[in-house]
């Protein structure tokens, strides 16, 4: 157990529905991350949030939509994707000491394996 | 283009002493480098982390030489559990890019 919870841990959806990914952190942290991890690829930091604002966006198409509504949860949520969107994604926080990201350890999820038909 | 390089697999043996090593060539002054550890179903767990010399703590030691152009992770006596894949971090102090490697394979043998 890192302290940091995603629910679901499985996801099948067609390209038409919506959906949304949940993360909750019992850390105390002030920093939330959002990570897509396809097999054999680097890590892709997708969004970060300090204190409940955003800090980065990495170029990420709109149909992913993030949302912070207090320190302790984020949400994706997820609308008219690709079947090239199916991948682990990876929630994590951090203690925010710094602007994030920093050289503040991440703690991560166990992630959502979302599959797009 | 920032990178970090690290091998896809490897394999060793219950007891020894394993060596990861990662590359970033493009490594600035103020960055700092991270290792994390990943179990199947499970996100990565953070090992270590360093900005230059040697870093021990209680289950590895991180080796920077001088140039900072690569680093070492090294584990001591492995087991059965230090099967799980290693992923080496650069953070960028310039515009806080994450540089993730796409990970190291790591087999530990009988």
């Known amino acids: 157990e890192t302290g940091v919870t995603q629910t679901p841990r499985h996801l099948v959806m067609g390209m038409t529905n919506k959906k949304s990914l949940k993360c909750e952190q019992h850390?105390?942290?002030?920093?939330m991350y959002w990570y897509k991890q396809s097999a054999k690829k680097p890590l892709e930091l997708m969004f970060v949030y300090n204190f409940k604002e955003q800090t980065e966006n990495n170029s990420v198409p709109s149909r992913f939509s993030p949302e912070c509504p207090n320190s302790s949860h984020l949400f994706l949520h997820l609308h008219t994707l690709q079947p090239e969107d199916s991948a682990l994604y990876l929630c994590?926080?951090?203690?925010?000491?710094?602007?994030?990201?920093?050289?503040?350890?991440?703690?991560f999820g166990p992630g959502t394996r979302l599959t797009v038909l | 283009l920032a990178k970090t390089t690290q091998p896809i697999s490897m394999d060793s043996y219950e007891g020894q002493e394993v060596n990861i090593t990662c590359s970033h060539n493009n490594i600035a002054t103020n960055d700092y480098i991270t290792w994390y550890q990943q179990f199947p179903s499970q996100g990565p767990r953070f090992i270590i982390q360093?900005?230059?010399?040697?870093v021990t703590n209680e289950v590895a030691s991180l080796f920077i030489p001088a140039d900072r152009k690569s680093s070492t992770l090294s584990l001591p006596r492995v087991s059965l559990s230090d099967t799980a894949v290693y992923y080496c971090?650069?953070?960028?102090?310039?515009?806080?890019?994450?540089?993730w490697g796409a990970g190291t394979k790591l087999i530990i043998k009988p």
């Open positions: 971090l650069v953070l960028m102090d310039s515009n806080y890019q994450l540089i």
């Open positions: 360093g900005y230059k010399t040697k």
């Open positions: 850390l105390g942290h002030n920093a």
């Open positions: 994590a926080s951090s203690q925010g000491s710094g602007r994030p990201p920093s050289t503040d350890t991440q703690y």
